[in-house]
């Protein structure tokens, strides 16, 4: 049974129709964990000091007001983060009342 060989053009067609299955399927898998893993960046975290200063009071009084469970808290490794947007409602429910 002889071997075909194929020609240039016809391993270049074939590389080609490869690299191009490849490349849809990671364009498609990295769709995909673009939509599973939808992280909300929008709103920055505030640090302690950035939010003592937002809201002029000392960071004992944030601290304090952490432990009382006004203020809900995001931790990042040893990093004690403060959505501002969580901050402001919470305060204002609590001048309310």
């Known amino acids: 049974m002889p071997?075909?060989?194929?020609?240039?053009?016809?391993i270049r067609s074939i590389i080609r129709e490869e690299l191009e299955l490849k490349f849809s399927q990671f364009d498609s898998?990295?769709?995909k964990n673009?939509?599973?893993h939808n992280?909300?960046?929008d709103e920055?975290?505030?640090s302690q000091s950035e939010l003592s200063e937002l809201l002029?009071?000392?960071?004992?009084?944030i601290i304090k007001w952490q432990k009382q469970g006004l203020l809900k808290v995001?931790?990042?490794?040893?990093r004690v983060l403060y959505k501002r947007s969580e901050v402001l409602s919470s305060l204002s429910q609590?001048?309310?009342k």
């Open 56 to 61: 002029k009071v000392s960071k004992v009084s």
């Open 34 to 36: 673009k939509q599973s």
């Open 29 to 31: 898998a990295s769709q």
């Open 74 to 78: 995001h931790r990042i490794g040893r």
């Open 39 to 41: 992280i909300e960046v």
């Open 94 to 96: 609590r001048v309310k």
């Open 3 to 10: 071997l075909a060989i194929p020609s240039s053009d016809e």
């Open 44 to 46: 920055p975290f505030l």
